[in-house]
């Protein structure tokens, strides 16, 4: 996996996550994401949807390009 860098306020352990989720979801929209921790190794992100929407509008077209360039190569494009 690639390494990701946030924010250390993007940062929250898990016992943190739970007894604040009420305001890390207000937050969202702000900061994006958040990174929830446990035992100081991340395990799931907390996405705001309209970023999530905009991520996910940037990665549909990219791999629309690549099936598009491996078309054109003639070389076979496998999604998970």
Known sequence: MNN???SLDQLVPF????????DLIDLAPKK????????NKPI???VDIKFLEEL???YNAFMKR??????KNKTAFITP
């Open 4 to 6: 990701l860098t946030v």
């Open 15 to 22: 016992s943190q996550a739970r007894a604040n989720l009420a």
């Open 32 to 39: 994006k994401f958040f990174i929830i921790t446990r035992r």
């Open 44 to 46: 799931i992100a907390l």
């Open 56 to 58: 996910l509008l940037v």
């Open 66 to 71: 690549s099936q598009h360039k491996n078309v």
